[in-house]
T-cell receptor, first 108, second 111 residues
């Protein structure tokens, strides 16, 4: 079983739509969680950390549910520039486990 | 602020050749790591280090060596290149619990 699992998509949404991604992790000892975005053939870039109380950064909201072992990312008012692959990450001990990514395309 | 610097950006090798991918960070991070990314596979951890003189294996360590003689540098060595090692390689650094900061990658092809 993979440490972190994501729906690969693709998600194709119109501009202005709200879209949500979920990610599950298998190890209850995982300590910290993150969302990254990755543009085609480029390095992953940190989008936001995920805190137990949930956190928001502009149009982006991240949630952590430890009981069900999943994290989520909500993007409101989607922009064309949000088109990318979104990676969720769980830190367990001294290792970071990445999901395979969810592809998002925002359509004009 | 350079962040994480990887060299080279592109490399073509022949099967059996060896080479070293360089990674340097200037953020005084304890943690450094190497990943490979293949289509449909996501990022897979090769080796990581929690400080100078300390290294450990990740998910896919075979065929690769690392060392960490300084906090700043974490080179990755391919001992005898194989076509299965064709991939994009990313180096990352962070404080122990993250978040990780990535270099812009090395695209490696092995013929």
């Amino acid at each position: 079983r993979k440490e972190v699992e994501q729906d690969p998509g693709p998600f194709n949404v119109p501009e202005g739509a709200t879209v949500a991604f979920n990610c599950t992790y298998s190890n209850s000892a995982s300590q910290s969680f993150f969302w990254y975005r990755q543009d085609c053939r480029k390095e992953p870039k940190l989008l936001m950390s995920v805190y137990s109380s949930g956190n928001e950064d502009g149009r982006f909201t991240a949630q952590l549910n430890r009981a069900s072992q999943y994290i989520s990312l909500l993007i409101r008012d989607s922009k064309l520039s949000d088109s990318a692959t979104y990676l969720c990450v769980a830190n367990t001990g001294n290792q970071f486990y990445f999901g395979t990514g969810t592809s998002l395309t925002v359509i004009p | 602020n350079a962040g994480v610097t990887q060299t080279p950006k592109f490399q073509v090798l022949k099967t059996g050749q060896s080479m070293t991918l360089q990674c340097a960070q200037d953020m005084n991070h304890e943690y450094m790591s190497w990943y490979r990314q293949d289509p449909g596979m996501g990022l897979r951890l090769i080796h990581y280090s929690v400080g100078a003189g300390i290294t450990d294996q990740g998910e896919v360590p075979n065929g690769y060596n690392v060392s960490r003689s300084t906090t700043e540098d974490f080179p990755l060595r391919l001992l005898s290149a194989a076509p299965s090692q064709t991939s994009v390689y990313f180096c990352a650094s962070s404080y122990i619990s993250g978040p990780q900061h990535f270099g812009d990658g090395t695209r490696l092809s092995i013929l």
